[in-house]
T-cell receptor, first 111, second 114 residues
């Protein structure tokens, strides 16, 4: 079973701090990694995707990929209360085009 | 550009009735995915299509569920007969050719089976 694991949280951080969300995956051949944000009662919204080792930055968001250690992280700088949501990690394992989702990490940014 | 469009947004029906959920993918996207989300099981892939052809339906829970994609701009997910345990939010998503592209989700259909 190809799995993706996330800590369910909640992860609480004060406003303005850096929130660090982590995701590990079991299939070493995975090549595509995605982060989605989901507000309660809404659909998943794509935040970032990363294919190569290293960091990818977009505004306040940075995705970090370490294939050797099989983890992908999402950093949110200057966290805002509006960032409070569930963050879903998705991985496309080798030999398929379908996502395997983690169960999500609930983030709470405290004003 | 219009995103993925799903209808209806909400559906409440009685056990045993047929339910049909509809999805229009983003124009030009040739992958279409159907998901189900519940508190207990999270987000589960039910089936996905490539160029209107079902590729993997291993997530379809049982024969009561069926999905079709008659053309590039329309797909349906049908449940017949429906049961209370089918109550969930059903999402449709689409992605561009190349396979490992980001998926874009519709707003979902919240289904309640009484």
């Amino acid at each position: 079973q190809k799995e993706v694991e996330q800590n369910s949280g909640p992860l609480s951080v004060p406003e303005g701090a850096i929130a660090s969300l982590n995701c590990t995956y079991s299939d070493r051949g995975s090549q595509s990694f995605f982060w989605y944000r989901q507000y309660s009662g809404k659909s998943p919204e794509l935040i970032m995707f990363i294919y190569s080792n290293g960091d990818k930055e977009d505004g306040r968001f940075t995705a970090q990929l370490n294939k050797a250690s099989q983890y992908v992280s999402l950093l949110i700088r200057d966290s805002q209360p509006s960032d409070s949501a569930t963050y879903l990690c998705a991985v496309i394992p080798s030999g398929t085009y379908k996502y395997i989702f983690g169960t999500g990490t609930r983030l709470k940014v405290l004003a | 550009d219009a995103g993925v469009i799903q209808s209806p947004r909400h559906e409440v029906t009685e056990m045993g009735q047929e339910v049909t959920l509809r999805c229009k993918p983003i124009s030009g996207h040739d992958y279409l995915f159907w998901y189900r989300q519940t508190m207990m099981r999270g987000l589960e892939l039910l089936i996905y299509f490539n160029n209107n052809v079902p590729i993997d339906d291993s997530g379809m829970p049982e024969d009561r569920f069926s999905a079709k994609m008659p053309n590039a701009s329309f797909s349906t997910l049908k449940i017949q007969p429906s049961e209370p345990r089918d109550s969930a939010v059903y999402f449709c998503a689409s992605s561009q050719t190349g396979g490992r592209q980001p998926q874009h989700f519709g707003d979902g259909t919240r289904l309640s089976i009484l």
